[in-house]
């Protein structure tokens, strides 16, 4: 067995294999389409250097890690995903390898920190306590059935919503970075990770990237009456292979906007949009820190319920 490195563009035949592999990672949550899988293993949604390396035995790929390497802020830290072995491979220390290969390159690149998320109760708990990580975070994913959700359309005084499907208007891209930054109020629990910085070159990265992988993306604004931007959510489906998913991303309302409802109506106003305007899907997959009651807490209303349980775990490069 050899730990090679994959180029997508060059290596058609192994991108396919690894991506065989870690398709069906986050079952049983949504199957990742191939666009999707390449673009994140290939630079991560915010456009960040990333390696990507193959188990190959007998020219066959048994696994595969991406390594995602934060160049703007977080430089201390080396983002595993993907961490993948054949179920007919396990247990004979291929998992092991890889691992200890991205290790290395963490050191190459300076990294002291590693994280990874794993889901609860399956092998690769037990693999990661085996490596002596510490768990740092706990998310849970939950569910929403499109079919039950059916809220009334209503008002918050003092305050208008502006729906926006795909990219950001140029005159309203500075709001959205400041949007964005509003995230890194979100529980952290025991991560050791920086605040994120956004400028509006890092939005029009991120969002440039949704077009080139078939994302339909649909953003609700909430402006107060002076126009400031208070609050904004975004869903993602997918146009090629959406499978009946979307995906809840982004919610985040301004400090000095909160306890007035907003979070909870752009979320029940984005959704019965995207429910009148992709009639072909039938589910909403969110994450959350467990910790995060208020973000929670309005999921649960909107009928959301619980799918499964992941956790961070930190290991030193
Ligand atoms: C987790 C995973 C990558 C491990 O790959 P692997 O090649 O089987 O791992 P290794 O053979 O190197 O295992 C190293 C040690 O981890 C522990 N371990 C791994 N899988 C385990 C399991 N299912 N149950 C209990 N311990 C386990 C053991 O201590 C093992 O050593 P041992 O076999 O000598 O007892 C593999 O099970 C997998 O692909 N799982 C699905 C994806 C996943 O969970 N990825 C996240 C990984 S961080």
Do not use: C
């Not at 768990?135 to 208008?160: H, K, M």
């Amino acid at each position: 067995m050899d730990i090679v490195p994959l180029d997508f563009a060059a290596e058609p035949g192994r991108a396919a294999g690894y991506h065989a592999l870690a398709a069906d990672a986050m079952a049983p949550g949504p199957r990742m389409p191939a666009h999707l899988f390449r673009l994140v293993a290939e630079r991560g949604w915010r456009a960040m250097p990333a390696e990507n390396w193959l188990a190959v035995d007998d020219d066959r790929v048994v696994g595969g890690v991406t390594v995602h390497l934060p160049d703007r802020d977080n430089t201390h830290l080396a983002l595993i995903r993907f961490l993948q072995v054949d179920p007919g491979h396990r247990r004979r220390g291929v998992g092991g390898a890889l691992l200890s290969h991205v290790a290395e390159r963490a050191r190459a690149h300076d990294r002291s920190t590693m994280l990874v998320e794993v889901a609860e109760g399956g092998p690769g708990e037990a693999f990661v306590r085996a490596k002596g990580a510490r768990e740092v975070a706990t998310q849970a994913r939950r569910v929403l059935d499109l079919s039950t959700f059916d809220v009334p359309e209503r008002e918050i005084p003092g305050y208008r919503l502006e729906f926006l499907r795909g990219r950001t208007p140029d005159p309203q891209i500075a709001d959205m970075a400041a949007l964005l930054e509003i995230m890194n109020d979100a529980p952290l629990d025991d991560l050791p990770v920086d605040e994120e910085r956004w400028t509006a070159a890092d939005v029009a990265a991120l969002e440039d990237a949704w077009t080139s992988i078939h994302q339909d993306v649909f953003t609700v604004v909430a402006r107060a009456g002076d126009g400031s931007a208070a609050a904004f959510t975004r869903l993602f489906a997918d146009t090629r292979e959406p499978a009946g998913w979307a995906r809840q991303t982004d919610t985040a309302v301004r400090r000095d906007h909160r306890g007035r409802g907003l979070g909870l109506w752009v979320k029940e106003a984005n959704t019965a949009w995207l429910k009148r305007a992709r009639p072909d899907l039938t589910r909403v997959i969110t994450w959350n820190a467990v910790s995060n009651g208020p973000m929670v807490a309005i999921n649960e209303r909107l009928g959301y319920r619980l799918l499964d349980v992941w956790h961070e775990w930190e290991l030193r490069a």
